[in-house]
């Protein structure tokens, strides 16, 4: 048990004999007296609370007073009215406590209170004082700063002080209970010193400002910066400091001396070229300081140019300017395109080929450009002594597309497309007493010379939803889109040039289409003539009647027409072929023709781009790419559909025209490879 401890049981026993029916009427008598006539209504409610107080010096002080309720102190005992209640309890040399008594204090009618020693108080200096001397207490840091303000417990203590430039210093404290302290600690300076040595001997030394004498030198230095400065004839003078504290006394320092030096600027022409100095690179800086006393070198060079060198010394203090202009060296070049083209060189223009052009001997970036071409582009280094020649055969943008095209590509509507690089001739039409030949089949010439794409398949229904309801995902019906019109075709065409950054091919004001472009790359409907060369000849060494070839006989999966199933929903069928489907088909369920493409025979007629004319063409005319620029109501319709079960109907040469949509009719894309004629 400790001391506290034993006090409180003290106080506790003493409780306990206090108790007793003499002591309560005792008290009962003088609380009536303190309250009056309220005592007859409270007696019964009146409740005794002992305190015991810790420890036994503040308990032989100890005073209780009551802060809060109504109720009387007799010795350590509290008689108290029911209600909140708070009571004081102070002691000499100890803090007073106050506390608010709980219910459960009231039942235990017992509350223990260990009171607080008063702290005594601290001040104290140093002389002389600083800013940076940190304190301790009984060997702990306690704070920094010039003077140290605490509270400290009674009894001894001792009181250090450390500044690194003085010694440590400390004194001992017997502090009484709420006493006032005042300390002085007076510092001691740290006794030093310094050893300096240079490299050449004999450098002065200044110290703190004072002539100090020459290398090798020892000074005596006390606590605290120290500067130096060290300076020798015809070298560069240093300046440092140096801080002597109580953990490092000594010091220990040796200076190599650097060269004095002067200054030199350059003025470089021209400018951007590479700057050495004693074979280092440099930067030509408006004052480049080098030792003095020395030869340097100095080189200057650029690509085009003769390199230029030159040497100097530099006096202590000097500055020099030095101006370098370096000599251009140009080599001759001779350029010559087929045909002839622009000619630029870095951005500038110099003529048009043949050209001989004097060019400075670096690398040179030659461009060769001509309208309707492929432009060209050649480096090279011209040489003084060695002429450089340049000769290029310039490629047309329709070659040159043509030599890196894939052969097939699918567009970002999901269609595909294959390329025919080298159509040639085929004779539209068909002569007369052909089998099922109509009056509008007139015999044309024609010569295709335009590498185009075409589409391998007819455009889907889902495929062109894309273009009438942007943004909302993509339906799954691969049948053909029928039942659009010629313009709503191709307007979907200009739609996907757009998306593909390609030049529309229609035209369109206040609604209505007002012509063509043959120049354009962008997308469009096959003409007349591609349509009837992939139909009838494309693939293949001659002309044939039919998509599938020359005989009347329509063979297996050759497309979807008008066969058995379809009995009774067209007027003509074609006996014994059965295809599967009664009405229209998903595109691609049958055998691809000759040319690689599905669907030229059945399914769904096609719009072509052409105006449809019922004009006979000259006599001996051979059309080269014809294409209709002009707008006009009606256009060609070409290619047969699953109501087709006529021979005439099935023929490649089969046209007609229309200026309405129809629900067998639909189209595919096509597109020249390249722009212009």
């Given at each position: 048990?400790?001391?506290?401890?034993?006090?409180?049981?003290?106080?506790?026993?003493?409780r306990?004999?206090?108790?007793?029916?003499?002591?309560?009427?005792?008290?009962?008598v003088i609380?009536?007296?303190?309250?009056g006539?309220?005592?007859a209504?409270?007696?019964?409610?009146v409740g005794?609370?002992?305190?015991?107080?810790?420890?036994?010096?503040?308990a032989?002080?100890?005073t209780?007073?009551?802060?809060?309720?109504?109720?009387?102190?007799?010795?350590?005992?509290?008689?108290?009215?029911?209600?909140?209640?708070?009571?004081?309890?102070?002691?000499?040399?100890?803090?007073?406590?106050?506390?608010?008594?709980?219910?459960?204090?009231?039942?235990?009618?017992?509350?223990d209170?260990?009171?607080?020693?008063?702290?005594?108080?601290l001040?104290?200096?140093?002389?002389?004082?600083?800013?940076?001397?940190?304190?301790?207490?009984?060997?702990?840091f306690?704070?920094?700063?010039?003077?140290?303000?605490?509270?400290i417990p009674?009894?001894?203590?001792?009181v250090?002080?450390?500044?690194?430039?003085?010694?440590?210093?400390?004194?001992?404290l017997?502090?009484?209970?709420?006493?006032?302290?005042?300390?002085?600690?007076p510092?001691?300076?740290?006794?030093g010193?310094?050893?300096?040595?240079?490299?050449?001997d004999?450098a002065?030394?200044?110290?703190?400002?004072q002539?100090?004498?020459?290398?090798?030198?020892?000074l005596?230095?006390?606590g605290?910066?120290?500067?130096?400065?060290?300076?020798?004839?015809?070298?560069?003078?240093?300046?440092?400091?140096?801080?002597?504290t109580?953990?490092?006394?000594?010091?220990?320092?040796?200076y190599?001396?650097?060269?004095?030096?002067?200054?030199?600027s350059?003025?470089?022409?021209?400018?951007?070229?590479?700057l050495?100095?004693?074979?280092?690179a440099?930067t030509?800086?408006?004052?480049l300081?080098?030792?003095?006393?020395v030869?340097?070198?100095?080189?200057?060079?650029?690509?085009?140019h003769?390199p230029?060198?030159?040497?100097?010394?530099?006096?202590p203090?000097?500055?020099r300017?030095?101006?370098?202009?370096?000599?251009?060296?140009?080599?001759?070049?001779?350029?010559?395109?087929?045909?002839?083209?622009?000619?630029?060189?870095?951005?500038?223009?110099?003529?048009?080929?043949?050209k001989?052009l004097?060019?400075?001997a670096?690398?040179?970036?030659?461009?060769?450009?001509?309208?309707?071409?492929?432009?060209?582009?050649?480096?090279?280094?011209?040489?003084?002594?060695?002429?450089?020649?340049?000769?290029?055969?310039?490629?047309s943008?329709?070659?040159?597309?043509?030599?890196?095209?894939?052969?097939?590509?699918?567009?970002?509507?999901?269609?595909?497309?294959?390329?025919?690089k080298?159509?040639?001739?085929?004779t539209?039409?068909?002569?007369?007493?052909e089998?099922?030949?109509?009056?509008?089949?007139?015999?044309?010439?024609?010569?295709?010379?335009?590498?185009?794409?075409?589409?391998?398949?007819?455009?889907t229904?889902?495929?062109?939803?894309?273009?009438?309801?942007?943004?909302?995902?993509?339906?799954?019906d691969?049948?053909?889109v029928?039942?659009?019109?010629?313009?709503?075709?191709?307007?979907?065409?200009?739609?996907?040039?757009?998306?593909?950054?390609?030049?529309?091919?229609y035209?369109?004001?206040?609604?209505?289409?007002r012509?063509?472009?043959?120049?354009?790359?962008?997308?469009?409907?096959?003409?007349?003539?591609e349509?009837?060369?992939l139909?009838?000849?494309?693939?293949?060494?001659?002309e044939?009647?039919f998509?599938?070839?020359?005989?009347?006989?329509?063979?297996?999966?050759?497309?979807?027409?008008?066969?058995?199933?379809?009995?009774?929903?067209?007027?003509?069928?074609?006996?014994r072929?059965?295809?599967?489907?009664?009405?229209m088909?998903?595109?691609?369920?049958?055998?691809?023709?000759?040319?690689?493409?599905?669907?030229?025979?059945?399914?769904?007629?096609?719009?072509?781009h052409?105006?449809?004319?019922?004009?006979?063409?000259?006599?001996?005319?051979?059309?080269?790419?014809?294409m209709?620029?002009?707008?006009?109501?009606?256009h060609?319709?070409?290619g047969?559909?699953?109501r087709?079960?006529?021979?005439?109907?099935?023929?490649?040469?089969?046209?007609?025209?229309?200026?309405?949509?129809?629900?067998?009719?639909?189209?595919?894309?096509?597109?020249?490879?390249?722009?212009?004629?």
């Amino acid at each position: 048990m400790n001391a506290v401890e034993h006090t409180l049981s003290q106080a506790r026993r003493r409780r306990r004999r206090t108790l007793g029916i003499r002591t309560a009427i005792g008290a009962a008598v003088i609380l009536a007296a303190a309250l009056g006539g309220a005592l007859a209504h409270f007696v019964g409610e009146v409740g005794r609370l002992e305190v015991a107080v810790a420890p036994a010096e503040a308990a032989a002080t100890a005073t209780i007073e009551i802060v809060e309720g109504r109720g009387i102190v007799i010795g350590t005992g509290v008689w108290a009215l029911p209600g909140p209640l708070a009571l004081r309890i102070g002691a000499e040399g100890f803090v007073p406590e106050t506390l608010a008594i709980t219910q459960a204090a009231r039942a235990r009618k017992l509350v223990d209170v260990i009171l607080r020693e008063h702290p005594a108080t601290l001040r104290a200096t140093t002389e002389p004082g600083h800013p940076a001397t940190r304190w301790s207490l009984d060997g702990p840091f306690v704070a920094e700063g010039p003077h140290l303000e605490i509270e400290i417990p009674a009894g001894e203590h001792t009181v250090g002080a450390r500044h690194p430039w003085y010694a440590p210093a400390s004194r001992r404290l017997n502090a009484e209970r709420g006493g006032a302290y005042s300390l002085t600690l007076p510092l001691v300076p740290v006794e030093g010193r310094i050893t300096i040595t240079s490299e050449p001997d004999g450098a002065r030394v200044t110290y703190n400002g004072q002539a100090a004498g020459k290398t090798p030198l020892t000074l005596a230095a006390g606590g605290g910066v120290h500067t130096l400065r060290i300076a020798h004839d015809g070298y560069e003078a240093r300046t440092d400091t140096i801080d002597v504290t109580h953990d490092t006394p000594e010091a220990e320092r040796h200076y190599r001396l650097a060269r004095a030096r002067g200054r030199v600027s350059f003025a470089l022409s021209p400018e951007g070229g590479t700057l050495s100095i004693d074979g280092r690179a440099a930067t030509a800086t408006e004052n480049l300081r080098l030792p003095a006393g020395v030869p340097h070198r100095v080189r200057y060079a650029k690509p085009g140019h003769a390199p230029q060198e030159t040497e100097f010394t530099l006096n202590p203090g000097e500055h020099r300017a030095i101006a370098l202009a370096l000599t251009p060296i140009f080599g001759a070049v001779s350029v010559r395109s087929e045909p002839e083209a622009d000619v630029e060189v870095g951005g500038q223009s110099m003529g048009r080929t043949p050209k001989r052009l004097m060019l400075l001997a670096v690398p040179q970036t030659i461009r060769l450009s001509r309208d309707g071409y492929r432009t060209v582009t050649r480096t090279v280094t011209p040489d003084p002594d060695t002429p450089q020649n340049i000769a290029v055969t310039l490629r047309s943008e329709a070659q040159a597309r043509l030599e890196t095209a894939p052969p097939h590509y699918t567009n970002r509507a999901g269609i595909m497309l294959k390329l025919f690089k080298n159509p040639g001739t085929v004779t539209l039409g068909t002569p007369r007493g052909e089998p099922g030949r109509r009056a509008n089949e007139f015999v044309r010439e024609v010569r295709l010379t335009r590498a185009f794409y075409a589409g391998v398949h007819e455009v889907t229904a889902g495929q062109f939803r894309l273009f009438t309801h942007p943004g909302q995902p993509p339906a799954a019906d691969m049948r053909p889109v029928t039942g659009i019109g010629w313009e709503d075709a191709a307007r979907y065409c200009n739609w996907l040039s757009r998306q593909e950054g390609l030049a529309p091919v229609y035209h369109f004001a206040n609604g209505r289409h007002r012509g063509s472009s043959a120049a354009a790359d962008g997308y469009r409907l096959p003409t007349e003539a591609e349509w009837e060369w992939l139909a009838r000849k494309a693939g293949r060494g001659r002309e044939t009647r039919f998509p599938w070839g020359d005989d009347a006989r329509v063979p297996a999966r050759a497309g979807n027409l008008a066969d058995e199933s379809a009995r009774g929903r067209v007027p003509v069928y074609i006996p014994r072929y059965n295809d599967g489907f009664a009405q229209m088909a998903e595109v691609g369920r049958f055998d691809a023709n000759a040319a690689g493409l599905h669907d030229l025979a059945g399914n769904a007629s096609e719009w072509t781009h052409d105006n449809y004319d019922l004009h006979p063409p000259p006599p001996d005319l051979v059309e080269t790419d014809p294409m209709d620029v002009r707008p006009d109501r009606r256009h060609t319709v070409k290619g047969s559909s699953w109501r087709s079960g006529t021979l005439s109907a099935l023929r490649a040469a089969w046209r007609d025209g229309s200026s309405a949509p129809r629900d067998d009719l639909g189209f595919r894309i096509a597109r020249y490879l390249a722009g212009g004629r």
